[in-house]
C-alpha cells in the first residue's frame, strides 16, 4: 500500500480521536505529524525521512505546546473569600425560615442571607449556628449544639 495512503488513514484516525475527546486535545500533535509525513510522501520522499519527521513533528508540537495550552484550558477558579466563614459560628440576626425564604446571621460581623440546612426547622433570632456551606449568596446553617461546660 502507497504510504500517502497510510498518511491519510493514520491523519483522519487522529482526527477522529481528537474529535471523540472534545477538548480534551489527545491527538491533535499527531494530526500535524501526519500531515507533515503525508506532505512529505506526497513529494517523493524516502519512508525513513516521513516517519522520521511524523515522530519528530508530533513529539516536537506536544512538548512545545501542551503545557501551554493545559495552563488556558483549564477551568479558572475565582478564590473568593466566601469560604472562611466555612464551620464558624454566628448568631441568627433573622428568623431563619426556609418555607418563607428569609433568614440572616451575623458571622465576623458580618451580615449574610442564611438557609437551614436541615429543611423546614425553623432557627429563631438569637440562636446560634455553624456555618456548613455556601450555596450563591447564602450561608448554609445549622443549629449549633450547646457546649456543656462541667462545673
Do not use: H
Not at 418555607?99 to 458580618?110: F, H, S
Not at 423546614?120 to 440562636?127: H, L, N
Request: with cysteine; hydrophobic share 55%.
Amino acid at each position: 500500500m502507497n504510504s500517502l495512503f497510510i498518511w491519510l488513514i493514520l491523519f483522519i484516525i487522529f482526527l477522529v480521536a481528537e474529535l471523540v475527546t472534545a477538548g480534551a486535545l489527545v491527538s491533535i500533535w499527531f494530526c500535524v505529524g501526519a500531515l507533515v509525513a503525508l506532505a512529505v510522501a506526497y513529494f517523493g520522499g524516502p519512508l525513513w525521512l516521513q516517519m522520521t519527521l511524523f515522530v519528530a513533528v508530533s513529539i516536537g508540537l506536544l512538548l512545545g505546546t501542551k503545557p501551554f495550552l493545559k495552563k488556558y484550558m483549564e477551568p479558572k477558579t475565582i478564590t473568593t473569600n466566601a469560604d472562611r466563614i466555612l464551620q464558624n459560628r454566628g448568631i441568627v440576626a433573622e428568623e431563619i425560615n426556609n418555607l418563607k425564604g428569609q433568614g440572616a446571621v451575623k458571622i465576623d460581623g458580618k451580615s449574610w442571607t442564611a438557609r437551614n440546612v436541615d429543611g423546614d426547622v425553623i432557627i429563631p433570632v438569637g440562636a446560634e449556628v455553624i456555618v456548613i456551606g455556601i450555596e450563591g449568596v447564602k450561608a448554609m446553617v445549622k443549629l449549633a449544639e450547646k457546649e456543656i461546660v462541667s462545673e
